[in-house]
């Protein structure tokens, strides 16, 4: 598997912009798809976006238009750019890696907080 370390969270205001960051310990070449999910309060964990290698990317209906994700291979690093923030999207999001036949790896969680 491979060890992933988001940074970038923090505390903003409503229409305000955030970036964060994954980093992995390894190539992220081979790796199926890589991206981001997030839990708010009282939530389960859901997809915010992905990058299938190969297919493109896909996005919650909730941020299409707000988010874009994408990545690095030569810095072996995935990005969140987070645009028009809203306060529900207020929440823990976390780096996903799927690479077949290894599984899922996950980060620790970077807090997102919105105000109002």
């Known amino acids: 598997q491979v060890q992933l370390v988001e940074s970038g969270g923090g505390l903003v205001q409503a229409g305000e912009s955030l970036r964060l960051s994954c980093a992995a310990s390894?190539?992220?070449?081979?790796?199926?798809?890589m991206g981001w999910y997030r839990q708010g309060p009282g939530n389960q964990r859901e997809l915010v976006a992905t990058i299938i290698n190969g297919v493109g990317t896909n996005y919650a209906d909730s941020v299409k238009g707000r988010f874009t994700v994408s990545k690095d291979n030569a810095k072996n690093t995935v990005y969140l750019q987070m645009n028009s923030l809203k306060p529900e999207d207020t929440a823990v999001y976390y780096c996903?890696?799927?690479?077949?036949?290894?599984?899922?790896?996950w980060g620790q969680g970077t807090q997102v907080t919105v105000s109002s």
């Open positions: 996903n890696a799927y690479e077949w036949p290894f599984g899922n790896s």
């Open positions: 390894r190539s992220i070449i081979s790796i199926n798809s």
